[in-house]
């Protein structure tokens, strides 16, 4: 019989998502009156701004009338929608780049997680603890790594995020290649100021390290002194690659749109010692297994950056932050230690027992559902990961709930 990719029987965390999903499912089984409120997903629940759908369904119709119809679109993205995307969200901020930079995508988990196919299996790889898992378990089913040792893969390099450090680690000692970065951050929904980000260009100047930086929540940012975009600190372009989705700022998790930037200055060496555009094998690597991101959603995504796109996802982020605030004031008001919710959508709160301990006592006792962070990483034992990303009447009700819990 055809043999399975055994690299997949290393993977640890479909087991985790799978695991929430059942203690849920039985929890329900055992008590099929009690009302769930699902605060550990990370899927935004309000509708499309107004002026995407507008967008949507005048490309629509544009595709249904043999003049307007388009077919296959180019690779990178339309030239309008890389244009706008160059314009508002890099050089309106005083950072300079151009359309060409700019890889329009379906999703930052496909290019967070396909990037690494480009590099050499000799590439030396790091990633923080606690982590998005999508950076660590492509590189598991590419073969990059070793086998799952003690909460870890063997092969990677792991940078601890701590209270102590604010879960905004320094960069190590030792001389790595790859880097991954996300600030905001998921889980912890830590955000990283130009000086901490400023030590990673650096280390990644001195080394040579290319820094993949993963800013899918930049739009949750509301503190104007801190960087939006790795590219505000100078050296980047030299080294790092930036990756942006639509699918939190404006509501495209079910609609999907991304793009990846990547500078013209950012060269990988060949293995002929040559050195290559960073971007050339990108396109070249998209070019074989992606076909572009169907118009309409281009339009939909273009149409953020008009005057009321801008004001209607400025109004969907807030919707949110503001439910971040009430369930970060909450549970520090019932005493614990909160990082995030305050420029993201995230909140990571330090429990008293394991993860799995808080988690089934939240289900239990209040019937709200988080994520235990011992998913995200040996170093996200101990905490939940509780998200915005819901109904303020259901997140007040949750807060209620889990208060008084807590009180008895
Ligand atoms: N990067 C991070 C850190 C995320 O948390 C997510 C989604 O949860 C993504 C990327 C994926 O975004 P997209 O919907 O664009 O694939």
Redesign the pocket.
Known sequence: MIKSNEHYAKLKTSYFFSDINRRVADYQKENPGKDIIKMGI?DVTRPLPEACIKAFHQATDEMAAGKTFRGYGPEQGYPFLREAIAQHDFIRRGVPMKAQEIYVSD????D?GNFQEIFSFHTRVGVPDPV?P?YVDTHVMAGRTGDWKNGRYEGLYYFDGTVENGFVPDPPEEGLDLIYL?FPN?PTGAVASREQLGKWVRYAEKHGSLILF?A??EAFIRDDRLPRSIFEIPGARNHAVE?R?F?KTAGF?GTRC?YAVIPEECRIEGPDGKTLQAGDLWIRRQTTKFNGVSYPVQRAAEAVYSPEGLRQTRELTDYYLANARVIRDTMTSLGFTCTGGENAPYIWIKTSGNSWEFFDFLLRRAQVVCTPGSGFGSRGEGYIRLSAFNDAERVREAMERITAALSV
């Open positions: 990370g999703g930052s988990k496909c967070t998005y999508v996300c998921n993963d899918a929540y990756f989705s699918s998790t991304a």
